[in-house]
C-alpha cells in the first residue's frame, strides 16, 4: 500500500460479549500540557493508518498526514507547542479524513462550547446515568470530553455512531455541539493557543480509563441481550429489523446493514475509478443510493460535506448539478435528526428512504463486476447467489415516502 501499513485491525471488541465490565484505567500526566501527550492518548502504536493534523491559517491549507511509528513524529509535535490553532483527527484513516477511508475508531468525544465548567458536566452525565470520560481538554472557549476506546475497524461506525449521538445529546443542555458528532472531526490540539482569545489548549485526566467499545456501548446504551446464535437463513438475517421499540436490537440492524450496503457500493466505485469513476448512464444511481447509505449511519451534516468530495472522485460528470439532485436525501437525514417521522403503509417511521435489497440490487446490478460478486455482503439477493445477469434495469421504487 501507498503509506507502506503492514499492520491489520483485526479487533472486533465492538462485537464481543465476554468483555470485562470495567474499563481499564492508563498510566498517563494528570496535567496533559503537551501536543504528544494529547497525541499518544489517541494514537498510541501501532498505527493502522494515519492522524490527519490541521494548521488552521497556514496559506497553502495546512494539513498534513501523520504516522504514530514515524520517527519524527516527537520532533513535528514538540514544534506546534505554544503554536496558533492546530488541530488533529479523533481517529485514523487509510489516506484522508472521509468516511470511507475510516481506518479505525479511537474515541468518542463531546465539542462543549462557551463552558469550561468540567463539574456541571460530570454533574449532568451522572444524572444521564452515563460513563464519566477519560480525559478533558480546554479549548480556550469551551472544552472537548473524550472518551478512549481500544482501537476497532470502520466496520464498528455505526455502533460508534450511536453512542457518540447520545453522549452529545445528553450534554447538549450545557452547550454541547449538536452539529459535531462525526468520525472525521479534527479538534484543539493540547499545548497549542487559541487564537480567538490567545488562551492555551490543555487537559486534565478524569478517570484515565480505555474503553473497548462493546464496554461503552453497554454503559451509554444499555447492556445487549447475551448473544445466541440464529437458526434463521443469512438473507432472513440481514432483514430482521423489526425489534421491540425499546430494545438494543434495534439499533444493531438496520444501521449496521446500511453500513454494509456503503461499503459494497464502495467497492464498485473503487473498481471504476482506475477508469475515470462510475459509467456514465449509472452515476447518478450510485452517487444517490451510496449518500443515502451514509446518511444512516453518520450525521446529516456529514453527509452534505461528503457529497462533494464523492461526486468530484467517482461521479465527475454529475457536479455542476449534484447538489440539486441529491436534496431529497440531505433534507429526510436532517428530518430524522430532528426525531421527525412519517406516515408510510399505515406505520410511523424513520424519514429517510428505505430500500429493499432486492430494488438495490436491480438499480445497481448493470455496474456489478463479475469479479466483485463475491465479496459483496448486502447488494447481491440471496436469490441470486453470486451469479449476475446482466438484464434490463427496472427502475421500481421500493422506498418509504
Not at 472544552?143 to 450511536?162: E, S
Not at 449521538?165 to 497549542?192: H, Q, W, Y
Not at 469513476?277 to 444512516?296: A, K, M, N, Q, V
Not at 448539478?321 to 433534507?331: H, T
Request: proline share 6%; aromatic share 10%; charged share 20%.
Amino acid at each position: 500500500m501507498a503509506l507502506g501499513i503492514t499492520n491489520t485491525l483485526k479487533t472486533n471488541d465492538f462485537l464481543i460479549t465476554e468483555c470485562v465490565s470495567e474499563a481499564q484505567e492508563e498510566s498517563f500526566p494528570l496535567q496533559l500540557l503537551t501536543a504528544q501527550e494529547h497525541f499518544n492518548l489517541l494514537h498510541p502504536r501501532p498505527a493502522y493508518g494515519v492522524t490527519v493534523f490541521w494548521e488552521q491559517h497556514k496559506p497553502s491549507g495546512g494539513w498534513k498526514t501523520l504516522r504514530s511509528d514515524s520517527l519524527n513524529l516527537a520532533e513535528f509535535l514538540a514544534a506546534q507547542q505554544g503554536q496558533k490553532d492546530r488541530y488533529l483527527t479523533v481517529n485514523e484513516f487509510y489516506r484522508w479524513r472521509v468516511t470511507n477511508q475510516l481506518k479505525s475508531l479511537r474515541a468518542c468525544y463531546v465539542d462543549i462550547d462557551g463552558n469550561v465548567d468540567i463539574d456541571k458536566a460530570l454533574q449532568r452525565l451522572i444524572e444521564m446515568e452515563l460513563p464519566e470520560p477519560s480525559f478533558v481538554i480546554y479549548s480556550g472557549r469551551g472544552m472537548h470530553l473524550y472518551w478512549l476506546i481500544k482501537p476497532v475497524p470502520a466496520k464498528a461506525l455505526p455502533v460508534w455512531q450511536m453512542v457518540q449521538n447520545k453522549l452529545v445529546e445528553a450534554l447538549i443542555p450545557i452547550g454541547a455541539d449538536p452539529a459535531v458528532k462525526d468520525c472525521t472531526r479534527v479538534l484543539r490540539l493540547c499545548g497549542t493557543i487559541n487564537s480567538k482569545n490567545g488562551v492555551q489548549v490543555t487537559g486534565k485526566k478524569l478517570t484515565g480509563k480505555r474503553w473497548t467499545l462493546h464496554q461503552l456501548s453497554d454503559a451509554v446504551l444499555g447492556k445487549r441481550p447475551e448473544w445466541v446464535p440464529s437458526q434463521k437463513p443469512r438473507s432472513a438475517q440481514v432483514h430482521s429489523f423489526s425489534a421491540k421499540p425499546n430494545g438494543r436490537k434495534k439499533y444493531g440492524s438496520i444501521y449496521q446493514w446500511w453500513s454494509l450496503v456503503h461499503q459494497d457500493l464502495m467497492k464498485i466505485g473503487d473498481y471504476y475509478l482506475p477508469s475515470g469513476g462510475i459509467p456514465e448512464g449509472h452515476r447518478d444511481i450510485w452517487l444517490f443510493l451510496t449518500l443515502l447509505s451514509l446518511s444512516w449511519f453518520v450525521p446529516a451534516a456529514r453527509v452534505k460535506s461528503e457529497m462533494l468530495k464523492l461526486a468530484r472522485r467517482y461521479t465527475p460528470g454529475l457536479m455542476n448539478d449534484v447538489q440539486r439532485q441529491m436534496l431529497p436525501i440531505i433534507k429526510r437525514a436532517e428530518a430524522s435528526m430532528r426525531g421527525e417521522k412519517i406516515v408510510f403503509n399505515g406505520k410511523t417511521v424513520d424519514p429517510r428512504y428505505q430500500f429493499k435489497r432486492e430494488t438495490l440490487f436491480e438499480w445497481i446490478q448493470e455496474i456489478i463486476p463479475a469479479e466483485l460478486q463475491s465479496e459483496l455482503r448486502a447488494i447481491i439477493p440471496a436469490s441470486c447467489g453470486h451469479s449476475v445477469e446482466r438484464s434490463g434495469t427496472k427502475h421500481v421504487h421500493h422506498v418509504t415516502g
